[in-house]
């Protein structure tokens, strides 16, 4: 549903304020379908907070923005969908992983998408979110590795 | 009274009173307000609701869920008010109520991250510039009207199916459209006094209200067009939309089958026309789908 109302109605973004009601359809369909990922969410939110120079704003396009900075680290929509940009190399190594994808509308860019299903995946996002940010905050990555609680 | 009043009760308490308040002031003071609801009134005030609501909650630090469905239940008390004070039907709240499940829900996160940042110049300006969206939209004038028009292929020749379109006998059949299978009225019987030009036509639904009509065209076999001279007033969607003339156009495919158009034109005093006018154009569709329907059963069973 997500994917296609982004494929056929994506260019209503520019119509200011209709993304933020549709990230709020999101959440109304994410507490009567999968309440649970609300609570990670808000998880994910008040951990990222805590992290050096990082600020929470609503994204332009619907959705929770993690900043560091000013410049965006990524963001998480309603649905659980967490986009973020990486480096390509970076990406190309959590790719191997095998639990993101490519971004579901920036294709071939440092852009990638992760889907936060499970609490497991709310900690593998908040992971995600620490690459992130330890890329703007250091100008490199010291390890991607995945931590074995997630 | 302190148990009583406790922050959760005051959210929902002022926010329905601010909004209650606020139609009420301007149906006071702008009279022509009246018997149109506007944008803001499903929108903007949605909007605020949800913010006062927050600024109720704000010290309980609420997460997410619990906001949300504090907010669910902030909707259905805005709704049970509706009914009782507004005297607003089932259906008509069931099409309003995406709108404030929307809005009120909108409102209630806005205003969490306004507390949190407790920027008040922000706050003060953002609700400042809701108040005063909502009364430009209250001193603009609000005025639509749209036309829906169907069509369908009966098999029959026009001079059978022009019998059949001026008046019918009452329909039978299951209603097909969810609104209709509801409870929401719909077309059973059109009757007329004179199959001439000026005659009085009514029609006729379902809970018995009916549509008084004067055809001010008659051309046999060609077009019927008729003024809507009397609506019922009801609770449901008809105080907040006039049809105002219907029209059945035939056309002889020289084929011994005629092409059936519908057309009807109608005034929308609910607003947003963007939201509204999908559910105006969907209930005038399935209103001519049904008449036409059993207007091309008759005909194809003489």
């Known amino acids: 549903m997500f994917s296609f109302v982004i494929r056929y109605f994506g260019f209503l973004k520019f119509v200011p304020g209709l993304a933020l009601v549709f990230d709020n359809w999101l959440k109304i369909h994410t507490l009567l379908t999968r309440p649970d990922l609300l609570d990670w969410l808000d998880a994910i939110e008040t951990e990222a907070d805590k992290w050096e120079n990082v600020t929470i704003s609503t994204h332009k396009y619907g959705g929770t923005q993690f900043n560091y900075g000013g410049k965006e680290i990524g963001h998480i929509h309603s649905n659980g969908l967490l986009d973020m940009l990486l480096s390509r190399s970076i990406k190309q190594q959590l790719m191997q992983q095998g639990r993101i994808q490519d971004h579901h509308s920036f294709k071939n860019t440092g852009w990638i998408s992760f889907y936060i299903h499970t609490k497991r995946d709310a900690g593998y996002a908040l992971h995600l979110l620490q690459i992130g940010h330890e890329r703007l905050s250091k100008g490199s990555v010291s390890n991607i590795c995945l931590p074995e609680a997630y | ?140 004038q609000h005025n639509y009207e749209n036309e829906v028009s169907d069509q369908m292929v009966i098999n029959a020749p026009v001079s059978e199916v022009w019998q059949h379109v001026v008046a019918f006998k009452r329909i039978k059949k299951e209603n097909k459209y969810w609104l209709f299978k509801i409870g929401m009225p719909s077309p059973v019987e059109s009757t007329v006094d004179g199959y001439h030009l000026g005659a009085k036509r009514k029609c006729i639904f379902s809970n018995g209200y009916t549509f008084d009509e004067k055809i001010v065209t008659y051309n046999v076999n060609q077009n019927l067009t008729f003024d809507v001279t009397h609506q019922p007033r009801d609770p449901e969607i008809m105080g907040h939309i006039d049809i105002l003339r219907g029209q059945f156009l035939l056309k002889d495919n020289g084929d011994n089958t005629t092409t059936l158009i519908g057309n009807s034109w109608y005034r929308l005093y609910v607003f947003p026309v963007w939201y509204y006018d999908i559910w105006a154009q969907s209930i005038t569709r399935n209103v001519h789908l049904r008449v036409m329907e059993h207007i091309k059963e008759l005909s194809e069973n003489k």
Not at chain 2, 104 to 128: C, D, H, P, Y
């Open chain 2, 1 to 140: 009274m302190k148990q009583i009043f406790t922050p959760l009760i005051k959210g929902y308490l002022f926010s329905n009173l601010f909004a209650f308040a606020l139609m009420g002031i301007t149906k006071l003071f702008i009279p022509s307000s009246d018997s149109v609801l506007i944008f803001s009134e499903f929108v903007i005030i949605p909007f605020l609701m949800g913010i006062i609501s927050t600024w109720f909650w704000r010290k309980r630090e609420l997460r997410s869920r619990r906001l949300m469905w504090y907010s669910c239940i902030n909707v259905f008390i805005a709704i049970g008010l509706s009914a009782l004070f507004l005297k607003e039907g089932s259906i008509c709240l069931l099409i309003v109520s995406p709108l404030l499940w929307t809005f009120i829900t909108a409102g209630a996160f806005a205003g969490q991250k306004m507390f949190e940042r407790s920027n008040n110049t922000l706050n003060i300006s953002v609700v400042a510039l809701l108040l005063l969206i909502f009364v430009a939209d209250s001193l603009s």
